[in-house]
């Protein structure tokens, strides 16, 4: 996620997507959805791995920040660390309402409006 991060800044496309999305629907799938959070890179470096080891740039110390809330994908899937009991342990590090959901979740936003869509499991977490 911070790779994809790093190269959305890189690329222009971070500075252009706020605009774009006036008119364009973004879709984001795991790290696609999560980049646009605010979340502090700290969280996602202490608990995650970044993409073949390579960090971002040391001046981005946030993730791109389009929407209000932290995203933490892949609940209770393959991966043992996101496990519902580690997710609720790291998204008490954030200091913003946090949304853990599997992969059958999406979270739909509209504006100011945000909404849960889902055939699955997801938790909604609050500082």
């Keep these: 996620m911070l790779y ?3 190269w959305m800044r890189r690329s222009g496309l971070a ?3 706020p605009s774009l ?3 364009t629907v973004y879709v984001g799938v795991s790290s696609g959805s999560m980049v ?3 979340t502090p890179r700290k969280v996602f470096t202490t608990y995650f791995l970044t993409y073949g080891g390579l960090h971002p740039h040391a001046d981005d110390s946030r993730v791109l920040g389009l929407v209000d809330f932290s995203l933490l994908v892949h609940m209770d899937g393959a991966n ?3 496990s519902l009991a ?4 790291v998204a008490a590090t954030i200091p913003l309402p946090t949304y853990a959901i599997d992969d059958e979740t999406a979270i739909k ?3 100011d409006s945000v909404e849960v869509v889902s ?3 997801w938790r909604l977490f609050t500082p």
Aim: glycine residues 8%; aromatic residues 0%; proline residues 8%.
């Design 80 to 82: 043992p660390e996101n």
């Design 21 to 23: 999305l006036e008119r």
């Design 4 to 6: 994809l991060c790093d």
């Design 86 to 89: 580690n997710l609720e342990s």
């Design 109 to 111: 936003v509209t504006g």
């Design 119 to 121: 055939e699955g499991r």
């Design 15 to 17: 500075d252009r997507l």
């Design 36 to 38: 646009l959070t605010p």
